[in-house]
């Protein structure tokens, strides 16, 4: 069992930064692969970055590569999510996830992932 506690949202304007954190129970951190999702109000829930258990690969949804960076640090189990060039429409729920994966692999799609966080909202202004 895996339980995440996402923080770091919240409101910004346009152009700022934000850096979230998810913190996570367990062992076993290091055997996860990792990911950022996003809910906006009255839409799907969308992938936004993942990266996997030793932090050597990542993986950037179109809409915020080059602005945004994962990364996570195994010996505090943790994943970050570094937002840079913030635009309203980042405006969502921010939630962590983890998901088994054999290797070193990557996983893009939320029905891949076990565990999931509660969710931090992050609201940016124009």
């Known amino acids: 069992q895996v339980q995440l506690v996402e923080s770091g949202g919240g409101l910004v304007q346009a152009g700022g930064s934000l850096r979230l954190s998810c913190a996570a129970s367990g062992r076993t951190f290091s055997s996860y692969a990792m990911g950022w999702f996003r809910q906006a109000p009255g839409k799907e829930r969308e992938f936004v970055a993942t990266?996997?258990?030793?932090?050597?690969?990542?993986y950037y949804a179109d809409s915020v590569k080059g602005r945004f960076t994962i990364s996570r640090d195994n010996a505090k189990n943790t994943v970050y999510l570094q937002m840079n060039s913030l635009k309203p429409e980042d405006t969502a729920v921010y939630y962590c996830a983890a998901a088994q994966i054999v290797g070193w692999g990557l996983a893009t799609r939320a029905n891949e992932y076990n565990y999931w966080g509660q969710g931090t909202q992050v609201t940016v202004s124009s």
């Open positions: 990266i996997s258990g030793n932090g050597g690969i990542t």
